[in-house]
């Protein structure tokens, strides 16, 4: 793949003697969502933190912009960003303070009301982060994360634990980053966010790939294989309901 | 009462201090200050880096009412508890009177002991028996007794006279001498009055160092130890690993910010803000418990400075090392409270035996708390103290090699 900006060969990874990642290879190009997709175990968390450069490469090699990661961890981070499974702020410190302190981690000064505009959060630069709610602390943290204009951006179940609303929300914004050329790589095992976010997914299981191809394609796949769905389709389900009760866009918080 | 009052006016000099620093001052010039668009050289960026992370958390701690409490009013506490012990303890010796002349001269005489420093003179005994029994439980040093007829004139033309007696326990006779010749002292005027002696030989005795060590002198220097040790090690081991579980040092780690960076913008943090503590507690000292700083004021804060990044090493160790407080608080005990009772925190280390005094001269807080003392009392200067620097200095090489090499993000 010529545009391909994250390249990795035959990754490896072991925990006392136990394979997390057995020799995984897939590459990511420039600008496009890809997801990893996997039951809970099958080494997506430990395949993102070794690209990332947050944990040993047992064997194979991961490159981000052609930068071998395993060598050059820090020219790495400094041009990925990442929200991690359960983003953690300090408490007491504002959002503009917060902005600051990580733009700063990249030795950058910005101004946090432009970023926190971005996210509709630009009225609370004086909150403290302890009093904003889930989708807002969402939100934040993915804008903490790109302060530095990264070229990848890593999110780890970025939609674990929020409602339906804020779901949605955030799947606009990670398609805006996208849409700014910035690539970026997920995992999920929601299937829903898969199929609607997601330009291609790799799904994995006990440490390897055992599918990897845009949603569309392996859904005829698996239909070219003559498989049908038992129940017959409806043309909205209860999400859906419950959206158009509730309102579609953003809780008014 | 005077307590009291001083620690009302310390806790509106702290809410001052938190509305200043934690609502307006910084706040408000920060969100309306433009953003300067120069752009940073690559060392610069680094310093930038550290520069940020200093401003935002100290600007977090002023607005943390918990650690502001245990920044600043702790250590005061134990400053006035223990400086009103040593406060009390500025008399040499606890005699009591027992009076059994009714002569004028005699009750000059008992006037001039209850007047003079160097006696305590206890009164709540009345008979010489209870003040025996008190003699016996070694809660008074001696009894000066008086006995009837002393001082009166008697008939012919001889001076008055009498004999003074002390009464001390045996097991105690340096103590017994020592009052000997005190008490002979003060007869001396009065024997001046009555026969005109010419003493061939005397001894002339002369102060050498008019700077007198008090007890709240180690008190003062101990306590400074203790805040130090508690900010430098209590500190950072509790709020680490709660960064830790928090993710926030993990996310840290996400980032190109090196060890090293954020290392040195804890240690100026907690330099800055020990300084500032120990401030308050030099200011307290001097106007309660009547300190006379006698050192620089410029070197003590630098020799201070240092002292705290020292200690500050054996918290970013344990702190940074630990995954939880479980695993880490066991640990801190052991390092941290042979320091507090051998490095003087607590009492002067020359009532140690010299063996303990030998070892416990290496331990990391006593050139700390040795030095402070030498500056702040005997007015030493940052080359005097040099002994203590260098101490400090080997320790700082091995506590920060031991700090990088076991710090952990997650």
Redesign the interface.
Known sequence: MADAIVKVKNLKKSYEGKVAVDGISFEVKKGEIFGILGPNGAGKTTTLEMIEALRQIDGGTAEIDGIDVADHPYEIRAIIGVQPQSPGFQDKTKLSELIQLFAAAYGERVNPKQFLDEVNLGDKANSYIEQLSGGQKQRFSIVAALVHNPKVFFLDEPTTGLDPQARRNLWNLIKEVRDKGISVILTTHYMDEAEVLCDRIAIMDEGKIIALDTPKNLIKQLLSKGFKKEQHVEQANLEDVFLDMTGKGLHSE | MRVILYLVIVFFVYRLAWRAFGKKWW?NR??TA???KKP?GPVQ??F??I???FV?NI??LF??GTALFFTFMFPLIFLFVFGSFSKNSGTNFHVAIINQSHSPLAKAYVHGLESSKIFKIDKSDTTLAQAKDRISKSQIDGIIVLPPGFGTQKTGQAPPNGQVQLLYSQSNASTGQTLTTVLQGTLKPFNARYVNLQQPFAVNSKALNQKNLTSFDYTFTGLLGFAILGAGIFGPMNVFPE?KK???L?????????VWQYFLSVMVGNAVVGLMSLALMLAVSIAVFHLHVVGNYLELAVFLAYGIVVILGIGLSLGGWAKNERQVAPLGNIIVFPMMFLSGVFFPRFLMPQWLQSVSTYLPLTPVIDGARFIVTEGKSLLDVGPQLAIMTVWLVVIYFIAFRVFRWE
């Open positions: 706040a920060e969100t433009p953003v300067s940073l960026r680094k930038f880096t520069w940020v992370f935002v600007k977090r607005r943390d960064l928090m993710g926030i993990r996310r840290l780690h996400t980032t190109p910010l090196r």
